[in-house]
Structure formats: C-alpha cells, structure tokens
C-alpha cells in the first residue's frame, strides 16, 4: 500500500508564509511527477505546482513568483513553500504523487488534504 500524508496546513494572516509537506510512505520503487492542488469551497480542484523527478518545475499562474516547490527524493518528500499568501489561496490542499510500485506499475496518488486558510 502507499501513502500520502500532507501536513504544515493552518491559519495564517494575508501577507505570510506557510509551508505544508507531503510525505509518500509504502511499497514505492519510485516517484515520478509529484505535485500539489488545492480545492477551495464551491470550487473544482485545480494544479498549483508539479515537480519532475529532475527537478523541472511547472506553477499555476496565480501563484508564480509567490509560492515555490521542491522535493527531497531520498525522503519521498514534496514541499510547497507558500509566501505572500492571499485570502484567495484559502482552500484544502492537496499532494498528488505519481509513483512506481513495481516495474510494470505506476499509479496516481493522492493525500488526504490539508487546510490552508489565509485571514485576518
């Protein structure tokens, strides 16, 4: 079985920062693409940021030059740095892992979500 677990979520005012983590844990030979998204209320779920496994980084518009992903491979961990935050990136996030469980199948995961709620 494999798992991934966010955390890092939680309230802060407009204009600070957040980090959330997302850890995959379990049978995994390897980790592709890994990724954040986040839905808010009334809203449909939508990319954030995505990482390669070398490293090549893609971001939703809203947030560029804000927010800032990276991973650390040999810990099977994906970070989302989130600065400057806006009452507009209030919304559950959500990590999402592309990942090899033997060499015939890779399948797409998801965590459980975190909230991030930005006010004041």
């Known amino acids: 079985q494999v798992q991934l677990v966010e955390s890092g979520g939680g309230l802060v005012q407009p204009g600070g920062s957040l980090r959330v983590s997302c850890v995959a844990s379990?049978?995994?030979?390897?980790?592709?693409?890994m990724g954040w998204y986040r839905q808010a209320p009334g809203k449909q779920r939508e990319l954030v940021a995505t990482?390669?496994?070398?490293?090549?980084?893609n971001y939703a518009d809203s947030v560029k030059g804000r927010f800032r992903i990276s991973r650390d491979i040999g810990k099977n961990t994906v970070y989302l740095q989130m600065n400057s935050l806006k009452p507009e990136d209030t919304a559950v996030y959500y990590c999402?892992?592309?990942?090899?469980?033997?060499?015939?199948?890779?399948?797409?995961?998801w965590g459980q979500g975190t909230q991030v709620t930005v006010s004041s």
């Open positions: 999402n892992a592309a990942i090899r469980v033997d060499y015939y199948t890779e399948s797409n995961y």
């Open positions: 990482i390669t496994s070398s490293g090549s980084k």
């Open positions: 379990g049978r995994i030979l390897s980790i592709n693409g």
